[in-house]
T-cell receptor
């Protein structure tokens, strides 16, 4: 049974600071890793994908992957109030194409 | 490029009734996925199609649930004899291949009374 663990929060970060979101996964054969943002009452929106160890940057977002530690993280620089949302970590691999999601971390950016 | 669309956006039904949802994927996306999300949880995978073939089904997909993608384009998800526990957001996603980015539609919120 694949599991993806996230701290549910809420994680409160001042505006302009760096928000750090973390995720661990149980299945060592996982190959693809994604971060989705979900506003209340809306569907998940893909913000980052990462497939190999290391960092991947896209604008204010940086995803970090460490397969040896089975750990994925998302950094949001210069946090804005509009970044306040639930952030979902998702993984796939091992022959299964369906995504396994964590429960999400509720992020609050304080103006 | 239009995104994934789902219809209806909201559905209220009485226990025991059948409901059907539709999903139209992003054009040229050959993979289509169904998920279910309840309050406070992440989406849970139900099933997926590559073109018209249903390739994987979760154990969550009981025999009251059936999904089709007859021409490899849009898909339908039917729930027979709905139960209150079926109340959830039903999400559809599409992608161009295995293990790569999946893009979600707006979802269909089902309420079973």
């Amino acid at each position: 049974q694949k599991e993806v663990e996230q701290n549910s929060g809420p994680l409160s970060v001042p505006e302009g600071a760096i928000a750090s979101l973390n995720c661990t996964y149980s299945d060592r054969v996982s190959q693809s890793f994604f971060w989705y943002r979900q506003y209340s009452g809306k569907s998940p929106e893909l913000i980052m994908s990462i497939y190999s160890n290391g960092d991947k940057e896209d604008g204010r977002f940086t995803a970090q992957l460490n397969k040896a530690s089975q750990y994925v993280s998302l950094l949001i620089r210069d946090s804005q109030p509009s970044d306040s949302a639930t952030y979902l970590c998702a993984v796939s691999g091992g022959g299964a194409d369906g995504l396994t999601f964590g429960k999400g971390t509720h992020l609050i950016i304080q103006p | 490029d239009t995104g994934v669309s789902q219809d209806p956006r909201h559905k209220i039904t009485k226990r025991g009734q059948n409901v059907t949802f539709r999903c139209d994927p992003i054009s040229e996306h050959n993979r289509l996925y169904w998920y279910r999300q309840t309050l406070g949880q992440g989406p849970e995978f139900l099933t997926y199609f590559q073109n018209e073939a249903q390739l994987e089904k979760s154990r969550l997909l009981s025999d009251r649930f059936s999904a089709e993608r007859p021409k490899g384009s849009f898909s339908t998800l039917e729930i027979q004899r709905t139960e209150q526990g079926d109340s959830a957001m039903y999400l559809c996603a599409s992608s161009t291949g295995q293990g790569i980015e999946q893009y979600f539609g707006p979802g269909t919120r089902l309420t079973v009374t």
